[in-house]
Every structure is written in structure tokens, then in C-alpha cells.
């Protein structure tokens, strides 16, 4: 489905999507994921679990879905079995905090001892306050939590993946980024804590793409759009016109998990946009080439400016 945006944002496309689309479909064979181990953070419900159905539909041999709460993924584990009988996928399950180092380093020690190497890692999970309208009145313990697991939780779980001792030399991973960063909401100020901890995390993911081939590691960060959850009605409230669908950041993750969005790596890119219409625009595609700032988090209003344009100067 297309149409007028849902939620405040500058499009790349003609075409606006808020539900899934063919391009983007699972099911399509160039975004297969037959033989391929996918760790999806966050993954016991809400759109981590929907992106987990997704990578089903994509034919992955193995999906491990991490969250805090051992409850919810026994209900995870067990919808997801319950709907896919016959997939083929194995599905796994850890309880972990990804603010916590150990938890997280207990993680990838546990994959590892069972000779299980992660192919693609989803970073969905997230501290998502604080929220408030006067930053300086917050807690510093609660703000810098947010830190600590958005950019700092999600770093370390980023760094055991490229790094697990049972990857080839030759081994290509994929690492996708779910990020809200550059959410607006009028009339309030288009950042708050949560989402400069996103963007943070975002702009940090782009650094390391330019030092990593996307040979080495696909790394692709994206806006998944204004889905109604728990969190996003309490913030936004009931009255928006029209929210988006699950299937389309899902979907949207599997096809940045493939090798069809190699061109964007390092990018942060939003799920309404056309896959299609974007890889067409031959202006985007140069602008991609020739600008290394473009569609990565930076100063509004810049350029990007790297430390060559100093001593060219």
C-alpha cells in the first residue's frame, strides 16, 4: 500500500509506502536467507517479533531473539512454532539485557560453545525514555541509561558479532539497524534524549562502515515508521491519521539483511521509501558516490566535511 505519509518525514521516492510490498517481500529469491543464522535483539514481540516472522517467510535456517523477559519469549518461541510448523527454521531463545555487558557477553560465549555463527544481527532493542519537555529537569541516572543501552549495549553487540572466533576470514555478515533517529513531532522539538541516543548510535554505525568493506559487514541503519505500540500511543497519542504496518519495517529488514541494499552501506535510510524508485535515481546514486556524508546522521545544514578537506585546503 502507498500513499501520503503517516508520520513526518522527507522522502527520497515518489512513492511513500506504509504496509509491505513485492520488492521487498521475503519470499522474493534474491532476498533469501536459506542457511543463515539471524539474531534479532528485542525480538519477544512488537516489531522485533514481526521481523522475526519475516526472516521465517525468507527461509532462515536459525532465528535467536534475545529480550529481558524469559515470559515473553516462551510466548515468542511458541507463536512462532505454532504459525510455522513446517519452515524448517530452528528457533532459539536468551534472556538478555543489553545494557548489561555480562549478559551480553554471556550471549555470544553461549553461541559460540554451541558452534552457532551469527550470519545477521538486528539491533532492535532499546531503552526508550526518557521522555519529557524539560531535558535538564530529567534523571541523569535514567537519561544516561538510555545511553547506556541504545548506543553503548548496541556497540558491544555489534563488536562480538563481527568478532565471533567462528567466523572465516571470508565470511560476510550483515548487520541491520533499526533507529528512530530524525523523528519529528510538531509543535515539539524534533530531538529528545531518546532519539539523540539513536542517532548517536546511528552516526557511530556509519564511522565504523567507512573503516569496514561491505564485503566485511553489510551495515545498513533504518527508520522503521510510526507503528502503533504500547510506547508510540503514549507519546503520540491515539489521533494520527494513520499508522504504518508491521509487514513494512519487517519486510524492510530482511531486505536490508540482503545483498540487493549492498549499495547503501553504512546509510541510515527510512522503510517508506521505494527500494526500487531509489536505486533508480541516478542523482541519488551519484550523490551517494560523491558525497560521503550523504544520508548519514550529521549537522543539519552541512555538508559532509571530512579531515582531508583541512590539509587540502
Given at each position: ?6 508520520f513526518?518525514?522527507m522522502?527520497?521516492?515518489?512513492t511513500h509506502?506504509?504496509?509491505?510490498y513485492?520488492a521487498?517481500?521475503p ?9 543463515k543464522?539471524i539474531?534479532i ?8 517479533f514481526?521481523?522475526a516472522?519475516s ?10 531473539i534475545?529480550s529481558?523477559?524469559?515470559s515473553?519469549l516462551?510466548?515468542a518461541?511458541?507463536k512462532?512454532r505454532?504459525?510455522f ?9 536468551r534472556q538478555?539485557?543489553?545494557?548489561d555487558?555480562s ?18 544481527l538486528v539491533l532492535?532493542?532499546v531503552?526508550?525514555t526518557?521522555?519529557?519537555?524539560d531535558t ?8 544516561m ?10 556497540f558491544?553487540?555489534?563488536s ?5 572466533p567462528l567466523?572465516s ?5 550483515n ?6 533517529a ?6 515539539a ?5 531518546y532519539?539523540?541516543s539513536?542517532a548517536a548510535?546511528?552516526?557511530?554505525l ?12 553489510q551495515?545498513i ?7 502503533c505500540?504500547e510506547?508510540?500511543?503514549s ?15 519487517a519486510d ?9 541494499a549492498?549499495?547503501l552501506?553504512g546509510r541510515?535510510v527510512?522503510?517508506h ?9 541516478k542523482?541519488?546514486?551519484t ?8 544520508l548519514?546522521v ?7 566535511v571530512?579531515?582531508?578537506?583541512y590539509?587540502?585546503?
Open positions: 500500500m502507498s500513499g501520503p505519509p503517516s513526518s518525514a522522502s527520497l521516492t515518489k509506502h506504509s504496509d509491505t513485492p521487498i517481500s519470499t522474493k529469491p534474491s532476498l533469501s536467507q536459506a542457511g543464522t539474531l535483539t528485542g525480538g519477544a514481540s512488537g516489531i522485533g514481526e521481523i516472522r526472516f521465517v517467510k525468507a527461509s532462515a535456517s536459525r532465528i535467536i534475545l529481558r523477559r524469559t515473553a516462551d510466548i518461541s511458541e512462532l505454532d504459525e510448523p513446517s519452515s524448517g527454521t530452528e528457533f532459539l531463545t538478555a539485557d543489553i545494557g555487558d549478559s551480553i557477553t554471556s550471549v555470544w560465549d553461549s553461541l559460540n560453545s554451541q558452534n552457532i555463527l551469527v550470519h545477521v532492535n532493542g531503552h526508550a526518557p521522555f519529557g519537555p535538564l529537569s530529567m534523571d541523569k541516572g535514567e537519561l541509561k538510555g545511553f547506556d543501552v541504545n548506543v553503548g549495549g548496541n558491544l553487540m555489534s562480538k558479532f563481527v568478532k565471533q567466523r576470514t571470508d565470511q560476510q555478515l548487520l541491520v539497524n533499526l533507529s528512530t530524525g523523528i519529528q513531532r510538531h509543535p522539538p524534533s530531538q529528545n534524549p532519539t539523540t539513536k548510535f546511528a552516526a557511530l556509519g564511522r565504523i562502515a567507512d573503516e569496514r568493506s561491505v564485503e566485511d559487514v551495515i541503519s533504518f527508520h522503521p515508521g510510526l507503528l505500540t510506547g508510540t500511543v507519546y503520540f497519542g491515539q489521533n494520527l491519521p494513520r499508522w504504518d504496518k508491521m509487514a513494512l519495517p524492510f529488514a530482511v531486505w536490508a539483511a540482503s545483498q540487493e549492498s549499495w552501506h541510515f527510512w522503510a521509501w521505494d527500494v526500487d524508485e531509489l536505486r533508480a535515481d542523482a541519488i546514486s550523490q551517494l558516490e560523491q558525497e560521503k556524508g550523504f548519514k550529521a549537522v543539519q545544514g552541512l555538508g559532509g571530512s579531515f582531508d578537506s590539509f587540502n585546503y
